[in-house]
């Protein structure tokens, strides 16, 4: 896969995985006709559950994807949808190879310094 196609790949993939997202977001303010985070939560396990059955398919043997597609629906269509699912993603691979400790300090340190982070953001840019 040379890197046109494989930022092809991502570009394209992200662009409708963000679009998908977006029409979530839509659907979810239509139906509360209010802010709510239904519409991430919802978006963040969908995605989970997407990324798991195509890790587990891929693991068995049962579905095949280049290269290339990979890239487009790992990184772009699920990466432009939530990279939620990367993350739990990343953190089921530490559990599989035995590392545990570091799967959860994966959840946890990046839950923590990502509210962190926010808060941080959101305090430099008011003050």
């Given at each position: 896969?040379?890197?046109?196609?494989?930022?092809g790949?991502?570009?394209v993939?992200?662009?409708?995985?963000s679009?998908?997202?977006?029409?979530?977001?839509?659907?979810?303010?239509?139906?509360f006709s209010?802010?709510?985070p239904?519409a991430?939560?919802?978006?963040?396990l969908?995605g989970s559950?997407?990324?798991?059955?195509?890790?587990?398919l891929?693991a068995?043997g049962?579905?095949?994807?280049?290269?290339?597609?990979?890239?487009?629906?790992?990184?772009?269509?699920?990466g432009?949808f939530?990279?939620?699912?990367?993350?739990?993603?990343?953190?089921?691979?530490?559990?599989?190879?035995?590392?545990r400790?570091?799967?959860?300090?994966?959840?946890?340190?990046?839950?923590?310094?990502?509210?962190l982070?926010?808060?941080?953001?959101y305090?430099?840019?008011?003050?």
């Amino acid at each position: 896969m040379g890197p046109i196609g494989a930022i092809g790949a991502v570009a394209v993939g992200g662009a409708i995985g963000s679009l998908a997202r977006h029409g979530v977001n839509l659907v979810f303010a239509h139906m509360f006709s209010r802010p709510v985070p239904y519409a991430t939560a919802a978006v963040n396990l969908l995605g989970s559950v997407v990324i798991g059955v195509l890790a587990g398919l891929l693991a068995s043997g049962r579905l095949t994807m280049t290269p290339i597609m990979r890239t487009f629906v790992f990184v772009g269509l699920l990466g432009g949808f939530t990279t939620f699912s990367s993350f739990m993603l990343d953190t089921l691979t530490l559990t599989h190879s035995g590392a545990r400790a570091l799967a959860m300090s994966n959840v946890a340190g990046q839950t923590v310094l990502g509210l962190l982070a926010v808060y941080a953001g959101y305090y430099v840019a008011t003050h």
